[in-house]
Structures are given as structure tokens and as C-alpha cells.
């Protein structure tokens, strides 16, 4: 008889993994599991389901030549959910307990905690220990604070695990944040950019794209050429990589765009980290024992991981599952057509979209300022653009996805997570790119058929909903603009408007 069935998700592939703490080879088990809903409750990428596919069974061959007892039901093969999956192999092997990490999921967890009864024994579901802060951590955190800003949380993350910071608890550098310097556009000049590691899909990647293939062709995205790392290994040179490439430029053109340079000097790494290919604690200890790199990318590249990352997890688990109901602006209009097939005629748009297409990659700024800003401005129903996020990148899971989504870019949660709408005209994207030379707008126009959508949709968002936000003292210039502008004006944006998005509906 099994004393515990060990059940390991597949964002869940780290040696390391809390379930696998006190396993005892002789009578306990494992359980992986490819089920059908977790792989199509969206329109997951196909390159993201042959990643999570092929990590899995890279991640089970190793445990097995390790001589863990396993138990691994592939896609082909296997029930609708986890649920079904799993009560068919406690038929068969009756175990005493099921043992597994907390689920990076709301809906995942909501289902495991229906197993006690199904199956009639304990279920134990305990802490997943690779992030620096747990739930409850965050939660005694947040306590009864008005605002949740991440720079509050950071600074505290900083000085708790002494990263990046002196005896006396002041910041390394003498500054905590170095965002102002890191602000750059790529210059027309500048060298060409290391190009980042691929490999080559080996056997067991071969046959998960055969599957993949077969079962979820009509899934968004090119499945070929695959080129991700599947295994600890191999995702562990993608982060030497970096660090000896081109972590030196992360800092100052983190926030640069340039068409047909897809990743620039970003780690590409988030992919691996979020199943666990990679651990946190891991990659940062990496990146501080590189020697000679600026303060500006080190901390800068320590923020997004030890700041942002783990405050939109807090965020995501402080808040669910009141959080993805919200729609602070009461957006309404359907996501475009475009964003499924890249097809649109606004070059910023295509370049992000093409390459998402393509990779299942796109850096933070696209997301945000490209992608996402538009879909701001342009009213669309927050439910309908966090599934879009959460189907396309390889990286997509619903605790970083969503506050990302649904709070930093949409807004749609009233400022739990920002301080104020990332919206954005032509201005930006131009300052920060090289999109708008080959684009059909033009990006200096404010009105008519010719100028750059964004311009008048900004207006509009912040017309649309004046209510809301004037009273921010961070949109003060944005509002003085306003009360300066004519009727005419106001009524030639509300006009260029409402024709460009009675126009998009069409295609
Ligand atoms: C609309 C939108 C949706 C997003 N959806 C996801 C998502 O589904 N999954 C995801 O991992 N990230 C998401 N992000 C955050 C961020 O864009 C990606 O983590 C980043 O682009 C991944 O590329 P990279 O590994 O090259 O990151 P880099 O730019 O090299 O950054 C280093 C690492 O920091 C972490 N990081 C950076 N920013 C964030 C952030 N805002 N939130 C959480 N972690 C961060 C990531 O682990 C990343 O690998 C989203 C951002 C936006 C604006
Ligand atoms: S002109 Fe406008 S639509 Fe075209 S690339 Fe520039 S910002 Fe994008």
C-alpha cells in the first residue's frame, strides 16, 4: 500500500520542490499528469503546451533515473482534468495521503480542495517554498495598509534578505530604485545585440510537438521552429547567458522597442522561472556574484524579480477572487480580431504581435506601453484581454498574469496595483522605438484618417472617463490639457474615435 501519492504540477519542476522534501522512496509515489483542460481552457500557445509538456516529461525521466517511483499519464491518454486523473490511479493504488505544493492557480486550488472529499483521505497542501515571500507574509504585510506600492514592498524585500544593501540597511549605490537611469532608446549605432541561446528540441521534445500537433493544431501560434530550453540544464545556460552577454545593457534599454529585435538585452527567462526550471533565489544569487556590472542593471534586474515578481504574486493571492471580476472604467468593446492574427495596419502593433505569434514572446514594454496600452484606450473588456495574455506568452500563468493584466495595464482594478492608467499616445511609442518610420499613421498627426490612432484614443480614454480619474493628482497636467482644449477638438477625437473602432470591429 502507497503511504503518500506525491502529485507534482507542471509549473511545479523543480528538484527542489517542497513535496519532494521528505519522500520516501519505498512507499511513496509520484503523480504527473497532462490533462486536456489545463492545456485548452484557453488558447494556449502552442509553443507554451509543448514547453510545459516537454519540461514535464524531461523532469519526470530524471526523477525516475534517480529511482523515484513515478507514475506519468501523457496527454494522448489521459482524462479532462485532474480531478478525473487522479481519482482513476487512487482506484487503482489506494494511497493513504496526497501530498502536493500549493498551486500557483486560484481555480487550481479550488479544485484540490474538493479532493478530501472526493477521495476520501487527507490532503495535505503545503507552502511552496521557491518565492523569497510567502502568502501569509504578504498578507501580514498588506495587514491594514491604504496602499499596496511595490517600491514599499521592495525596499522592505531588500533589506529582509539583505540584498543589495549595506550593514547599516542603506541602499548599495546610495539609491534604491535606478529607473530614471534606465530610460534609454536603443541609438541607431548601437552594436549588434548578442543573440540569445536556443536549442534544439531533442527526442522528447520531438514527440511532444508531434502530440501537440495532433491535438491542439487549432490552438494560437507557430509551433516550429521550438527553440526553448526544456530542462534545468539547459535553462541554466540560457541564464549564464545572459549574465555574461547582456545583463551590462539590461538597465538602460529595458524599456527600448525596435522592430525585428525581439528580445533585446531582457533575460527571456521568466518562461523558466514560472515552472520552475529556474528558482528566484537562484538567479539572483547568480547575478550578484557577476563582478564590474553598473548598479543600474543589477538592481534594476534584482527589482523585477525580487520586487515586481513576488509583489504581483502577494497582490494575486491578497486578492482573489474578487480581483478578476473588476471593470473600474466599465470597458466594453471586444478584443480585435488582429490581436489572433497580427493582421492590423498599425506597425507598433504588428511587430509586438507578429513576434508573439512567432515565440510567445514579447519583453515588458510591449506588453504594457504596446499591446496593452492600446487595448486601454481603447475600452476593451478587461476579461477578454487578460485571456488573450494568459493564451499567448509561454511565461503566462494567472497569479502573474492577471495583476499584471488586469491591474498595472487595464486599470480595471480602481488602483489597487497602480497609482495611475499607463495610457499612452503616439508620443511615447515613438520616444521609445523605431516602429513609427514604417508605419501607415502618422505619428506627428493628431487628427483625421491619417493620424496615429493612439493619439486621438488617448484623449478619448481620458474624456471617456473624466470622472474617475481627475481627481488623481498624478493626471493633473493631463487634466489641465483638457480643460484647455476647445469644443471642436474634444469632438473631432470623439469622432476619429468612434469611426477607427467601428472600423477595427470589421476586421
Ligand atoms: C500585460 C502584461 C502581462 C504580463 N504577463 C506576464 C505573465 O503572464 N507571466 C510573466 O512571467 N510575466 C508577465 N508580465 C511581466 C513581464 O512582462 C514579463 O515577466 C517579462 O516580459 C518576461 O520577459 P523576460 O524574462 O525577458 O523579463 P526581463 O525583462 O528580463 O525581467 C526579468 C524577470 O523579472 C520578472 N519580471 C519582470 N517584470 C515582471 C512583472 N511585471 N511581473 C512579474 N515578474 C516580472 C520576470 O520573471 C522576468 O523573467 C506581464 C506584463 C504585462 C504588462
Ligand atoms: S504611428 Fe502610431 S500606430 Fe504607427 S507605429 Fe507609431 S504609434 Fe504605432
Known amino acids: 500500500m502507497i503511504e503518500n501519492l506525491c502529485v507534482i504540477l507542471g509549473d511545479q519542476l523543480s528538484q527542489n520542490i517542497a513535496s519532494l522534501k521528505n519522500f520516501r522512496k519505498e512507499q511513496d509515489k509520484i503523480l504527473m499528469m497532462e490533462v486536456v483542460n489545463e492545456a485548452s481552457y484557453v488558447n494556449h500557445h502552442k509553443k507554451k503546451l509543448v514547453l510545459v509538456f516537454s519540461a514535464m516529461r524531461h523532469f519526470a525521466e530524471n526523477l525516475k533515473k534517480q529511482g523515484y517511483p513515478i507514475i506519468y499519464s501523457k496527454i494522448d491518454n489521459s482524462s479532462n482534468t485532474f480531478t478525473e486523473e487522479l481519482v482513476k490511479h487512487c482506484k487503482n493504488i489506494k494511497p493513504k495521503k496526497i501530498v502536493i505544493v500549493h498551486p500557483g492557480e486560484y481555480r487550481v486550488l479550488q479544485e484540490i480542495k474538493k479532493w478530501k472529499k472526493i477521495l476520501k ?10 518565492f523569497f515571500c510567502n502568502i501569509d507574509e504578504f498578507q501580514k504585510w498588506a495587514g491594514n495598509k491604504k496602499e499596496l506600492r511595490m517600491e514599499t514592498f521592495y ?9 543589495l544593501v549595506d550593514d547599516d540597511g542603506k541602499p548599495q549605490g546610495g539609491k534604491w530604485n535606478y529607473d530614471v537611469k534606465n530610460r534609454k532608446r536603443l541609438p ?20 511532444v510537438i508531434i502530440d501537440v500537433k495532433k491535438k ?28 555574461e552577454n547582456r545583463l551590462e545593457l539590461f538597465g538602460p534599454y529595458e524599456d527600448a522597442m525596435v522592430q525585428n529585435e525581439k528580445f533585446l538585452y531582457h533575460s527571456v527567462l521568466s518562461m523558466y522561472l514560472n515552472i520552475g526550471l529556474l528558482e528566484p533565489k537562484q538567479v539572483i544569487n547568480k547575478v550578484l556574484q557577476k563582478k564590474n556590472i553598473s548598479i543600474e542593471s543589477i538592481e534594476g534586474f534584482v527589482r523585477q524579480i525580487l520586487g515586481w515578481r513576488e509583489y504581483i504574486r502577494g497582490i494575486y493571492w491578497h486578492e482573489m477572487p474578487k480581483y478578476s471580476k473588476t471593470n473600474f472604467f466599465n470597458a466594453k468593446n471586444h478584443l480585435p480580431e488582429f490581436y489572433w492574427t497580427g493582421k492590423t495596419e498599425m506597425n507598433c502593433m504588428k511587430n509586438c504581435l507578429k513576434q508573439t505569434i512567432q515565440d510567445a514572446y514579447a519583453h515588458h514594454i510591449q506588453r504594457l506601453m504596446i499591446t496593452g496600452n492600446f487595448s486601454l484606450i481603447a475600452g476593451i473588456d478587461p476579461k477578454q484581454v487578460c485571456d488573450w495574455y494568459l493564451s499567448v506568452y509561454a511565461d503566462a500563468f494567472e497569479w502573474v498574469e492577471l495583476p499584471n493584466t488586469h491591474g498595472m495595464t487595464l486599470y480595471a482594478d480602481g488602483g489597487i496595483l497602480g497609482t495611475k492608467p499607463y495610457a499612452a499616445s503616439g508620443n511615447y511609442i515613438n520616444k521609445m522605438s523605431d516602429y513609427c518610420k514604417e508605419c501607415k499613421y502618422d505619428v506627428k498627426q493628431k487628427e483625421g484618417k491619417d493620424a496615429c490612432p493612439f493619439n486621438y484614443l488617448y484623449w478619448n480614454f481620458f474624456l471617456t472617463n473624466r470622472e474617475k480619474l481627475e481627481n488623481n493628482p498624478r ?5 489641465s490639457n483638457i480643460k484647455k482644449m476647445s469644443k471642436e477638438r474634444k469632438k473631432q477625437i470623439k469622432n476619429d474615435s468612434k469611426k477607427f473602432l467601428i472600423q477595427i470591429k470589421k476586421i
Do not use: C, Y
Open 121 to 130: 483521505i487527507p490532503v495535505s497542501i503545503i507552502e511552496d517554498n521557491r
Open 155 to 163: 525596499r522592505m524585500m531588500r533589506k529582509k534578505h539583505h540584498i
Open 475 to 479: 493626471l493633473w497636467t493631463t487634466f
Open 188 to 207: 541607431k549605432s548601437h552594436p549588434k545585440i548578442p543573440q540569445l541561446l536556443e536549442h534544439r528540441p531533442d527526442r522528447i521534445t520531438n514527440q
Open 216 to 243: 491542439f493544431s487549432k490552438h494560437f501560434g507557430d509551433l516550429e521552429p521550438f527553440w526553448f530550453a526544456t530542462t534545468n540544464q539547459d535553462a541554466m545556460k540560457n541564464l549564464e547567458e545572459f549574465i
